[in-house]
């Protein structure tokens, strides 16, 4: 909701600036249809990389406080909303709590995912080994019709 591409710009600069993030990595803006309720505009998604001293659950927590900056505000599953952040991957681990599920368990569901993570992980940085499985498997994927790259 609102003006789109503003509020992504300004979140990823939030993250980017947030105490224990050093440096962050963007995958370029994509537009895609709605999931779940598609009675709504177009979203725009993108993914970012960080490096970060923080856990994981702190992360999640950072993430959701610059949602709430943002207006979000959860009434309504897969509705309209000024932002929507999510902890996809955090090196390697795997964890399951109430609160946190890593890796996410719909990522490779979601073209609006798999097309901005598979981007982001051919850049220089994410050439380390570990990142071979997650990028054989986004290969693996079928192409995602509906996401486009927003101008």
């Known amino acids: 909701m609102g003006d789109r591409a503003a509020t992504l710009i300004s979140a990823v600069e939030k993250l980017r600036t947030s105490p224990g993030i050093a440096s962050l990595e963007s995958s370029s803006v994509y537009e895609t249809e709605p999931v779940g309720m598609v009675n709504q505009p177009k979203f725009l998604n993108l993914v970012v990389g960080v490096?970060?001293?923080?856990?994981?659950?702190?992360?999640?927590k950072r993430l959701q406080a610059i949602e709430q900056e943002f207006g979000r505000v959860r009434t309504e599953r897969w509705g309209p909303r000024t932002l929507d952040l999510d902890l996809l991957l955090f090196e390697g681990e795997t964890r399951v709590s109430e609160f946190l599920q890593l890796p996410h368990p719909r990522m490779l569901e979601r073209g609006f995912v798999t097309v901005p993570l598979g981007e982001l992980l051919t850049r220089p940085h994410f050439q380390k080994a570990h990142w071979h499985v997650l990028r054989e498997k986004l290969a693996a994927q079928p192409k995602r019709e509906g996401v486009r790259l927003f101008s």
């Open 51 to 60: 490096e970060t001293v923080l856990t994981p659950e702190d992360l999640l």
